[in-house]
């Protein structure tokens, strides 16, 4: 294709190749008006009804058997932890290329954290490398379904029968995907989701763990509602809980933006397919590799990576151009996980603990952590956001033009 084709780069004085707004985010119209305000002169805004019903119809839509919402994503990753049981002394398997909570999460169940690292093609954690990280005190294993995209959970599933391990995991982009015909966040022991705004469905926060089991289920509900046991009295506490409870209108809220979902998780999806065709073939651009086992799957992002030695372009440039184009995009995560002062400086609080504290017996040491892998992604992926997946065919066929003139123009450009 000629530059007389794909046109001058907008950052050289050329006409931008997408112009005007994309797709606004939130969505809302009458459905969620009604629910708010239903909710309001009802007078019963607490944790009643319209959570149970969410509830309900968030764990069928996954296929789980019991849903317990609760207040945001990063507490149903701690309750999911706490309530299978991981605690001090123990070891929790983590990806580095993940928002803090999934590792958070396994400190405040007082574990330690122990990170593998990720495949650089899909961006999650690498299967075939987590046992080599197992010891006497792994416990648990939470793959991230980064973007969407299901860890591999054959093999995740495989070795936690085998070594006896717990998996949980953090599905807080995996609403409405599938792997192989079973809801994400319903695969493993638990599965813990996010509502927070950026999110596929959202009441601004929000959150929710799904499980089959059900005792599992009941301590669950009861570390997220102060410890209370099921079908006791009010002033019966059985467990060191907190107040996780969500309120009826994030409920109400949550029940109306998820009639929206299957038809917007169909958008994102045919747009990220005409992104994967129209992105495909360009040298020194590697998209993500689709996996024909998540069906249907969400997006919750949509990246690929630039190799600045086969592109011709530093990732830095390129975003920089593409968003010149009129494409909102952005470099994601700029170091791992483990390379955050939190973990740098041997975690929290004068002990230490439970990094370092004579009940787990060892110490990380997150100072000598390196994947690879992580860190090559943290220098070369580029992000789109799920709400560009919202707009028209022609959209994303303007993101296939700018990026295209991009390549063409990178000795220009660099
Ligand atoms: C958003 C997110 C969370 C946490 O969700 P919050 O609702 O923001 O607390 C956890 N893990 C991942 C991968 C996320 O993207």
Known sequence: MGASIVGTPALLGGEPAHRGPWPAWPVHDEREREAVLGVLESGKWWYGERVREFEERFAAFQDARFGI?????????????????????????????????????????????VFVDIELDTLNIDA????????????????VHFGGLPADMDRIGELARRRQLRVVEDSAHGWGTKWRGKG?????DAGGFSFQLSKNITAGEGGMVLTDNPELADTIRSLSNVGRGKDRPWYEHYLTGGNYRMTEFQGALLLAQL???????????????????GL????????????????????????????EAEFGLSRERFVEALRAEGVPCGPGY????????????KGTGPTYCPVSCPYYGREMDYTRVVCPNAERACREVVWLSQTMLLAGEEDMEAIVCAVRRIRENASRLS
């Open 69 to 113: 919402a609760c207040t945001n994503g990063t507490a149903a990753l701690e309750l999911a932890l706490i309530g299978a049981g991981i605690g001090a002394g123990m070891e929790a398997i983590v990806p580095p290329y993940t928002f803090v909570a999934t590792a958070t999460a396994v400190l405040k169940a007082n574990a330690v954290p």
């Open 128 to 143: 075939g490398q987590i046992e080599a990280a197992v010891t006497d005190k792994t416990a648990a294993v939470m793959p």
């Open 184 to 188: 994400a966040g319903a695969l493993g």
């Open 259 to 277: 009639t929206r979902l299957p038809e917007q998780t169909a958008l994102r999806a045919k747009n990220a397919a005409v992104l994967n065709a």
């Open 280 to 307: 495909a073939g360009i040298e020194g651009l590697h998209p993500l590799r689709e996996d024909p086992r998540a069906n249907p799957r969400s997006y919750h992002l949509y990246g690929f990576r630039i190799v």
């Open 334 to 345: 700029p170091h791992p996980l483990y390379r955050n002062p939190l973990f740098q400086r």
